[in-house]
């Protein structure tokens, strides 16, 4: 069962504690001398943090001062003074055992809270319990916290770091929306699911390592919607569902490493995604949304597999002329949508198949079938003794596909290069090996 606070229906009464307080800031760690704006910075990893605590509940490195405790044991006030909490265990002797939404939600003074190591306490942390504390930095939890709640950090957009327990499990709605100094996460191997919004405009995250996250199975709508200087995305291999929207207008990602378990890309889930440079979507996968891919002008090719049966409306939208969509599989049954393979670019696949008949059917889309990929492959392999790059094949599918070069101009153009002329063929064998780059026969424009 997930240790989350759900809302508190009524309270009866609420206790205050206010016996002779501590009237000094007390830091974790041996005290030095700080100047009167630095504010101490509280770390449940302190080891000082798991010490028992004494009669009145005291745990060094903090007080009870401000806080007020309701029915059930409930942190649900603090009218304390400090800028760095670690929060009690006990309060007056009583355990605590949770955080109400009242507690801290919008205080703007405190910059960092620690939550201790405390059995049987702080079970239970109410949804948006902290949301809007715009001046907190840091977090640490210590106590084995299974769920950061919806909405629990919501708009603290001072926050630059958080430590969770590594039994953390999910991650619920909303819980980090908003946090705009945020940089970099690192999640741990128990993840189960990232809720819808939960890192949504997050703008300064640079680094979400999931990859080790190896029970995470799902990603939900909008989870890092506007996380725009995000770098790349790499999904941990069992990862089976990612809901829609999830990565829109991550506009500084330039690759995405897939789940091999992933079965659909749902709708807009990388819209506006400008920066990423190439795609091997998953043989798994079967459906491919509405403007999943819509605006990623970026885009310099996508291999798209046989599984793909569906794909909706305005799906790759946005892509260049300069993209290839390499489409080389069996694609008889595949059903496309208006516009779902683009208004323009490149598409490699079958003739006669659905890739094709849209290429036709769209005067802006090039194709080019698999015989003349092939014929390209002969070219380089003839008349320069090697394999072709990638970067060239790219290259000269563009060629052929825009009319740049014809079957005849493309050998011309690799016979006159220097590499060729490197080779010092004799007139027979240049004879012989062009006899053989046509034996299979030449792509004709019908089949760009």
């Known amino acids: 069962m997930k240790n989350t606070i759900q809302s508190i229906m009524e309270r009866r009464s609420t206790r205050h504690y206010t016996e002779e307080p501590v009237t000094e800031e007390i830091l974790i760690g041996e005290p030095e001398e700080l100047p009167e704006d630095d504010a101490p910075v509280a770390d449940a990893s302190d080891d000082r943090v ?3 605590p004494d009669e009145k509940g005291h745990i060094e490195g903090n007080t009870d001062k401000g806080f007020v405790l309701d029915d059930n044991d409930y942190i649900c006030e603090y009218n304390g003074t400090l800028t760095g909490l670690v929060l009690p265990i006990k309060i007056n002797g009583v355990k605590v055992m949770g955080i109400t939404e009242t507690a801290f939600s919008g205080n703007t003074t405190i910059q960092s809270i620690a939550i201790p190591y405390s059995p049987g306490g ?5 949804n948006g319990a902290f949301r809007g504390c715009t001046a907190l930095e840091s977090v640490s939890m210590a106590n084995p916290i299974d769920t950061i709640v919806a909405e629990a950090f919501s708009g603290c957009t001072s926050l630059k770091a958080i430590s969770w327990p590594s039994g953390l499990q999910y991650i619920e709605h909303d819980a980090f929306n908003g946090c705009t ?10 993840l189960i699911e990232i809720g819808d919004n939960a890192f949504r405009n997050c703008s300064s995250l640079v680094d979400f390592d999931m990859k080790e996250s190896k029970a995470l199975r799902t990603i939900g709508s909008g989870a890092f919607y506007g996380c725009s200087s995000l770098k790349a995305i790499i999904m941990p291999t069992k990862l089976k569902t990612v809901k829609n929207s999830a990565f829109q207008g991550c506009s500084s990602v330039t690759s995405v490493k897939f789940s091999g378990a992933l079965k659909r890309i749902e709708g807009y889930t990388f819209k506006g995604c400008s920066a990423i440079r190439h795609l091997d979507i998953p043989s798994r996968v079967t459906y491919i949304g ?3 891919f819509n605006g990623c002008s970026g885009l310099d090719y996508v291999n798209i597999p046989s599984s793909v049966v569906r794909i909706l409306k305005n799906a790759f939208t946005g892509i260049t002329a300069n993209t290839v969509l390499f489409m080389r ?15 323009t670019g490149i598409i490699l696949g079958r003739k006669n198949q659905p890739p094709h008949v849209y290429a036709k059917n769209h005067s802006g889309v090039n194709f080019i079938s698999l015989e003349g990929e092939k014929y390209i492959k002969r070219v380089y392999s003839h008349l320069l003794a090697r394999s072709i790059t990638f970067s060239e094949k790219l290259t000269q599918i563009r060629n052929l596909a825009q009319g740049k070069l014809t079957a005849a101009t493309l050998v011309k153009s690799i016979a006159d290069s220097s590499e060729c002329a490197s080779k010092n063929w004799n007139r027979v064998k240049l004879i012989k090996k062009l ?5 299979n026969g030449a792509p004709t424009p019908a089949e760009r």
């Not at 702080?122 to 109410?126: F, G, K, N, R, S």
């Not at 100094?181 to 128990?190: D, E, F, Q, V």
């Open 329 to 343: 599989g069996n694609f008889a049954n595949l059903q496309i949508s208006e516009n779902g393979l683009g208004t």
């Open 50 to 52: 798991q010490k028992e």
């Open 435 to 439: 006899y053989k780059i046509m034996l």
């Open 122 to 126: 702080y079970t239970y942390i109410e």
């Open 181 to 190: 100094s945020l940089k970099a996460i690192g999640m741990t191997n128990n």
């Open 290 to 292: 509405t403007e999943a």
